[in-house]
């Protein structure tokens, strides 16, 4: 099996048919008809990556999805008919890495789950020698984990993208085209969703997120990753 896939989908048709698909792929699909659910199953199973629809009865997936990223750094794909750009900019700004709006061609979906799932090994078999080592914290390319004091930091997976990109070239200064390039393998696209990643790996990171110690701000330039709190192992 290429992967373990839990979809959350009360849409009991489309959730057959999108694991059908799925598993004709080669991937191991189960499915939820809730957020409820879907939290027992996750905390039971360990899915590799998770299908969320926003419209559920009782909790939505809007509330799933902050819940979970307290918690889990799995891949979240949206999938739903709220195709607005406020719906959007709110699923990605709070930790989904993809959004698609239904109706949907199944096989462009499975198209999509390849690619995040291509996307989340080429991090660990392409960039993921060692770890980085910058105050408190340690940055496991490997595991794609970020640590405490020992105590894991939730990150989404373009979270985590976006920091081991940074930390990859500690001291640069990089532009926001740079940084969106190298994350979202794409030059084109909207470009503040770099700052809302940034903002949130700040709370994450930073004691004072408006005073950020790592990942500075140089005006009208970009971003760098302060070097002089870093140390590396390999």
């Not at 959350?8 to 991937?27: C, H, M, N, P, T």
């Not at 291509?118 to 496991?140: H, I, P, S, W, Y």
């Not at 500690?170 to 909207?190: F, R």
Request: net charge negative; hydrophobic share 40%.
């Amino acid at each position: 099996m290429q992967g373990k896939i839990l979809i959350i989908e009360d849409e009991r048709e489309l959730a057959d048919l999108v694991s059908w698909y799925l598993q004709k792929d080669g991937f191991d699909p189960r499915t939820a008809e809730s957020a409820e659910e879907g939290f027992a199953i996750v905390e039971d199973w360990k899915p590799e990556l998770i299908i969320l629809d926003i419209n559920l009865p009782g909790m939505d997936g809007f509330e799933f999805l902050q819940k979970f990223r307290r918690s889990y750094s799995t891949p979240v794909l949206i999938v739903s008919a709220r195709n607005s750009d406020e719906d959007q900019i709110s699923g990605l700004g709070g930790g989904a890495d993809e959004y698609i709006a239904k109706p949907f061609s199944p096989k462009v979906l499975v198209a999509r789950v390849r690619a995040v799932f291509r996307r989340v090994r080429n991090f660990n078999e392409k960039d993921g020698a060692g770890f980085f080592c910058f105050g408190q914290f340690t940055l496991d390319h490997d595991a794609r984990t970020l640590k405490k004091e020992g105590k894991e930091i939730s990150l989404s997976a373009k979270e985590f993208g976006c920091l081991d990109f940074l930390t990859k070239q500690p001291g640069k200064i990089l532009d926001v085209e740079t940084i969106y390039a190298g994350v979202w393998k794409n030059n084109y696209g909207d470009l503040t969703t770099v700052a809302v990643y940034i903002q949130r790996l700040r709370k994450k990171l930073e004691d004072d997120p408006a005073n950020p110690v790592y990942i500075e701000t140089v005006r009208g330039m970009g971003y760098r990753f302060n070097s002089a709190a870093q140390r590396t192992e390999s």
